[in-house]
């Protein structure tokens, strides 16, 4: 298994289909939009390959607050669901831990749904720990 940067649009059109197991509200032209534009901003995207297929998705953004000094912000993290179990999810977690260190970032974040209790096992089994709680509110702007 290799992780790879996502650059082509070939690359792009395939990490989307992927992650639309994670994002099932969206089609995967509007994933590869989404996608492209929060590139604009820094978002990165890494996938996992075995056997010349991509079995895990990454996307990601680095940067600095005040609460964790320099990180990586995990946005999206997929695994395909025929492929769990297979190392895919392990294989990236490392990746991303290692791509940390080698940037100078101490921490790495991501939130999960309250009701993905298999992720949770996954990602404390990886070394994370629930630190908080995540509160938002949505539906703030007009709708006219």
């Known amino acids: 298994m290799k992780v790879e940067w996502v650059t082509t649009e070939a690359e792009w059109l395939e990490a ?3 992650l639309q197991q994670l994002r099932p509200q969206y ?7 989404q996608m492209q534009k929060q590139a604009e901003a820094g978002y990165r995207l890494a996938v996992v390959r075995s056997a010349g297929r991509v ?4 996307g990601f953004v680095v940067g600095e607050k005040l609460a ?3 990180h990586i912000y995990v946005d999206d993290l997929v695994v395909d669901e025929a492929c769990r179990g297979s ?8 990746w991303l ?9 101490d921490q790495l ?3 999960s749904g309250v009701q993905r209790f298999a992720a949770h ?3 404390l089994k990886h070394g994370f720990n629930i630190a908080s709680h995540h509160f938002s509110i949505s539906g703030l702007t007009s709708k006219d």
Request: hydrophobic content about 50%; some cysteine; aromatic content about 8%.
């Open 121 to 123: 096992r996954f990602y």
């Open 27 to 33: 089609c995967v032209e509007q994933l590869v939009r």
């Open 68 to 70: 964790w000094g320099r």
């Open 87 to 94: 190392g895919g999810g392990t294989v990236l977690i490392e």
């Open 55 to 58: 079995i895990a998705v990454a």
């Open 109 to 111: 974040h991501l939130d």
């Open 16 to 18: 989307a289909t992927l």
């Open 97 to 105: 831990k290692a791509h940390c260190a080698a940037i100078g970032a």
